[in-house]
């Protein structure tokens, strides 16, 4: 049996199943955005939808270090997270409404 892969959040610095995490990528242009599918090329940051988790790891001394060179946050960066974390569940609670 395979064991599920496992990645840290920038925010809580938490290990947690990959499929729980949203994928963050730093474009060719400095610029870091939501990876949804998780397909992009290149190093990837993961952080929790949490609300808190989302805040710390957005500041730009973070995410620097997980890229390895400076970059930007976009401009709606921490909506995106949210709207990409979506129905998935977080700690074995579900993000969205039922009637969802």
């Known amino acids: 049996m395979r064991r599920e892969p496992a990645r840290t959040c920038l925010g809580c610095?938490?290990?947690?199943?990959?499929?729980?995490?949203?994928?963050?990528?730093?474009?060719?242009?400095?610029?870091v955005v939501v990876d949804a599918p998780a397909r992009?090329?290149?190093?990837?940051?993961?952080?929790c939808p949490e609300p808190a988790c989302v805040e710390r790891a957005l500041s730009r001394s973070r995410l620097a270090h997980a890229f390895r060179r400076p970059s930007e946050v976009a401009s709606d960066l921490a909506a995106s997270v949210r709207a990409a974390a979506g129905g998935r569940a977080v700690g074995g609670v579900e993000t969205t409404s039922p009637g969802r």
């Open 40 to 47: 992009a090329r290149g190093r990837g940051a993961y952080v």
């Open 13 to 31: 610095r938490r290990v947690r199943p990959k499929r729980e995490l949203v994928r963050l990528v730093r474009s060719e242009r400095g610029i």
